[in-house]
T-cell receptor, first 112, second 112 residues
Framework: DGGITQSPKYLFRKEGQNVTLSCEQNLNHDAMYWYRQDPGQGLRLIYYSQIVNDFQKGDIAEGYSVSREKKESFPLTVTSAQKNPTAFYLC???????????FGSGTQLSVL | GENVEQHPSTLSVQEGDSAVIKCTYSDSASNYFPWYKQELGKRPQLIIDIRSNVGEKKDQRIAVTLNKTAKHFSLHITETQPEDSAVYFCVVGSSGTYKYIFGTGTRLKVLA
């Protein structure tokens, strides 16, 4: 379904806990992205990766970390340093920069 | 950096009427302008895109127009249907960058 798989669909985080959101794509895209969406707002860029073993901070990277060890995978860790993590998280990919973005189905993260 | 403004934030139209959503941007180097549709709790999906070397593009009931001089582009939906109800985002991209700037979204309601 769209070539990008995010899991889990829903995730709950306890105080002081790190959680990891999974994102896998089979589109053979070089670039991958993580966006955060808050209710009634647009998408804000957390991190992006142009190529394997490389990634760059977006506009709201504080409290998040990523890795890009494989072309297909771009997991996002929400650390305990992120004090307001409740949001809808969307992973996306594109062939290169400035091309069509393809989105995963999203993960809704909530704080217990 | 690039700034994107999207108007209106909400739009209600009668079924069969037309809907127009407008976005303005600030960076004259921007050259890629896609529009995404997002239904509640779902992933954003590309509905149409245009590049700066084209002034207008149409796909059935959907069209996008670009005015590079004035730095604005618009989404036009004709003969609206209830299934057009969703949030629409304009996006701005630039060559040589992987940062897409999203508008804040327009909630379109098509009244039957």
């Amino acid at each position: 379904d769209g070539g990008i798989t995010q899991s889990p669909k829903y995730l709950f985080r306890k105080e002081g806990q790190n959680v990891t959101l999974s994102c896998e794509q089979n589109l053979n895209h070089d670039a991958m992205y993580w966006y955060r969406q808050d209710p009634g707002q647009g998408l804000r860029l957390i991190y992006y990766s142009q190529i394997v073993n490389d990634f760059q901070k977006g506009d709201i990277a504080e409290g998040y970390s990523v890795s890009r060890e494989k072309k297909e995978s771009f997991p996002l860790t929400v650390t305990s340093a992120q004090k307001n993590p409740t949001a809808f998280y969307l992973c996306a990919s594109s062939m290169t920069g400035n091309e069509k973005l393809f989105f995963g189905s999203g993960t809704q993260l909530s704080v217990l | 950096g690039e700034n994107v403004e999207q108007h209106p934030s909400t739009l209600s139209v009668q079924e069969g009427d037309s809907a127009v959503i407008k976005c303005t941007y600030s960076d004259s180097a921007s050259n890629y302008f896609p529009w995404y549709k997002q239904e509640l709790g779902k992933r954003p999906q590309l509905i149409i895109d245009i590049r700066s070397n084209v002034g207008e593009k149409k796909d059935q009931r959907i069209a996008v127009t670009l005015n590079k001089t004035a730095k604005h582009f618009s989404l036009h939906i004709t003969e609206t249907q209830p299934e057009d109800s969703a949030v629409y985002f304009c996006v701005v991209g630039s060559s040589g960058t992987y940062k897409y700037i999203f508008g804040t979204g327009t909630r379109l309601k098509v009244l039957a």
